[in-house]
Structure formats: structure tokens, C-alpha cells
């Protein structure tokens, strides 16, 4: 079964200081990988997707994730946070031919003045 | 487009009485899903389906209900709620691989 380890379950950070909220997987087939964010009292929403092609994938808000296949990780990077980055984010896996999308357990990040 | 809608936003329920979660989508995706969210434990899959008429059981079936008579409506039906089904609830469509998750409905059972 596929597992997604989100290793830090808190992250504080500066605003403007560079962030990494780091994603491991476990499968042995082709996944495609998916970050999220939640803000407080909402919904999930898409910041970025790699499903094939190049393994550096931008999202939305400045966000990047790098996808290293050996290494089987996907961490989520943004060079300068802003308060407006506080949020939880999530990551997750989905297994080609699978209906499933498994998701880690969030990582909490809070961007301090 | 409204998106993924879910009502209600917010309930309170007794141990023991039933309730349904509303879901609607405007977007015409074949696949909803269900899914709950409790504190540090990520999200589980309660049920999906694949399209109107059609649906399975995710992770975390137990106690719970689903029914799919139209694209757009996806309620989850809970019989009779027990404390451990409180947690926060969210719908979500699907297009191509692309999950669109409503606000969510938090409910509490005492």
C-alpha cells in the first residue's frame, strides 16, 4: 500500500526566509504527486501537481516542488514566505489506475513577522 | 461556477441520531468523494464514486452511507453517530487528476 510521510508536522519560519516542507512516498509504480494547502477554516486547494515531464514543478503562490525519483521525495520550496503563507500544507499520492489520492498527515506552517 | 458546495457548515449531534451530509457540484466531474479530516492525521477516504449510480467504499467506510442519483449530488448519510465520528467533513470533485474540495461541515457528536 502507498504511505506519504510528511516529516515535519511543524515548521515556524520568518517572514521572508526560505522554506522546505519535506515529502517522502512509498511506491514501487508510476504516482503522481500533489501538494496542498489549507488555510484556516477552508478547504483544500491545488498548489502544484507533477504527473510527468519535468521534475521541477511551479504552483501557484511561488511555491516549487522537486521530484527525485531515487529518492522517492517531492518537497514543497519557496525561497521568501509571506505572512499569507501560514497554512497547512498536505501532500499527496496518487497511484496510476487508482482512484485513491493518499495524503499525508499536513505539515503546519506558520510564517512569523 | 460555485464549485463544490457542502452543507451544513456546522452541527452538533446527539449519540445515536442520523444525519445527511449535503454535497453539490457544478462542474460537471464524474468523480466525489468523500472524506474526513481529523487533527494531525491527514485526510481519509469514507467513499467516492466513479459517477451517478456508481460508488465504493474508501478507507473508512464503517457507519457510514453514500448515495449517487445525479452527477451533481454526492450526500453522505451517517445512521447513528457515535463520538468517533466527530471530525470535519469535506466533498470533493475530480477532474482528471485534480481534487476541488468544498469549505467542509464540521460536526460534533456528544
Known amino acids: 500500500a502507498q504511505s506519504v510521510t510528511q516529516l515535519d508536522s511543524q515548521v515556524p519560519v520568518f517572514e521572508e526566509a526560505p522554506v522546505e516542507l519535506r515529502c517522502n512516498y512509498s511506491?514501487?509504480?508510476?504516482?503522481?504527486l500533489f501538494w496542498y494547502v489549507q488555510y484556516p477554516n477552508q478547504g483544500l486547494q491545488l498548489l502544484l501537481k507533477?504527473?510527468?515531464?519535468?521534475?521541477l514543478v511551479k504552483g501557484i503562490n511561488g511555491f516549487e516542488a522537486e521530484f527525485n525519483k531515487s529518492q522517492t521525495s517531492f518537497h514543497l520550496r519557496k525561497p521568501s514566505v509571506h505572512i499569507s503563507d501560514t497554512a497547512e500544507y498536505f501532500c499527496?499520492?496518487?497511484?496510476?489506475?487508482?482512484?485513491?489520492?493518499?495524503f499525508g498527515k499536513g505539515t503546519k506552517l506558520t510564517v512569523n513577522p | 461556477n460555485a464549485g463544490v458546495t457542502q452543507t451544513p457548515k456546522f452541527r452538533i449531534l446527539k449519540i445515536g441520531q442520523s444525519m445527511t451530509l449535503q454535497c453539490t457540484q457544478d462542474?460537471?466531474?464524474?468523480?466525489m468523494y468523500w472524506y474526513r479530516q481529523d487533527p494531525g492525521m491527514g485526510l481519509k477516504l469514507i467513499y467516492y464514486?466513479?459517477?451517478?449510480?456508481?460508488?465504493d467504499k474508501g478507507e473508512v467506510p464503517n457507519g457510514y452511507n453514500v448515495s449517487r442519483s445525479t452527477t451533481e449530488d454526492f450526500p453522505l448519510r451517517l445512521e447513528l453517530a457515535a463520538p468517533s465520528q466527530t471530525s470535519v467533513y469535506f466533498c470533493?470533485?475530480?477532474?482528471?487528476?485534480?481534487?476541488?474540495f468544498g469549505p467542509g461541515t464540521r460536526l460534533t457528536v456528544t
Open positions: 470533493a470533485s475530480s477532474y482528471d487528476q485534480d481534487r476541488y
Open positions: 511506491s514501487s509504480v508510476s504516482v503522481y
Open positions: 507533477y504527473l510527468s515531464g519535468s521534475t
Open positions: 499527496a499520492v496518487h497511484q496510476g489506475g487508482s482512484e485513491k489520492l493518499v
Open positions: 462542474m460537471n466531474h464524474n468523480y
Open positions: 464514486s466513479v459517477g451517478a449510480g456508481i460508488t
